[in-house]
């Protein structure tokens, strides 16, 4: 079957532009990830889902990234007023339930000038 | 908080042969879960093995094996009879029980040798 795929692939945006990531899980995967890997390095968790609830939050690095995930399937990743240090790709993940293995997306390469 | 440690940046092997990627990690948890990663170059990153800590037993999933030792907080990843298609990067990565994210360390960069 389809697994989790991203989009868009690549995003160029100018600093203190707002962008939006868009996530599509694998169908029925109750769990739902975000991770940002900066170059260089290994991927950084920033928030998880259960269907629509946001269980955890405690990674996203400031006020400015907000996701969610309203009807349980499709999660969006905001950033608001873009800035250099948040070029990185950003990975999703997903799993069919909680404590279950995570099945990663081919991530949105973000470069903000 | 827990660490993951991988130290080696890049390593390389000889198509056919044997090759280990060391990792160690940092926890006060008794129960977690150790997981290698791939990620070929521009691909998607798939999971190679995992590992309960509860479980004796080092786990094995054909070419790929494992040297878990508790005690030392290590989990080393042993890949047999290399291929090409083996060259990625490989990152180790911990999850406690009782949570759900995954804690990475900063990966090593595989190349196979033709």
């Known amino acids: 079957g389809a697994g989790v795929s991203q989009s868009p692939r690549y995003k160029v945006a100018k600093r203190g532009q707002d962008v939006a990531l868009r996530c599509d899980p694998i169908?029925?995967?109750?769990?739902l990830f975000w991770y940002q890997q900066a170059l260089g390095q290994g991927p950084e968790f920033l928030t998880y889902?259960?269907?629509?609830?946001?269980?955890?939050k405690s990674g996203l690095p400031s006020d400015r990234f907000f996701a969610e995930r309203p009807e349980g399937s499709v999660s969006t990743l905001k950033i608001q007023r873009t800035q250099q240090e948040d070029s990185a790709v950003y990975l999703c993940a997903s799993s069919p339930r909680l404590k279950e293995t995570q099945y990663f997306g081919p991530g949105t390469r973000l470069l903000v000038l | 908080a827990q660490t993951v440690t991988q130290s080696q940046p890049e390593m390389s092997v000889q198509e056919a042969e044997t090759v280990t990627l060391s990792c160690t990690y940092d926890?006060?948890?008794?129960?977690?879960?150790l997981f290698w990663y791939k990620q070929p170059p521009s691909r998607q990153m798939i999971l190679v093995i995992r590992?309960?800590?509860?479980?004796?037993q080092n786990a094995t999933e054909n070419r790929f094996s494992v040297n878990f030792q508790k005690a030392a907080k290590s989990f080393s990843l042993k890949i047999s009879d290399s291929q090409l298609g083996d060259a990625a990067m490989y990152f180790c990565a911990y999850r406690a029980f009782g949570n759900e994210k995954l804690t990475f360390g900063t990966g090593t960069r595989l190349t196979i040798i033709p």
């Open positions: 590992q309960e800590a509860y479980k004796q």
């Open positions: 169908s029925g995967h109750v769990s």
């Open positions: 889902f259960q269907n629509e609830a946001q269980l955890d």
């Open positions: 926890t006060s948890e008794s129960d977690y879960y």
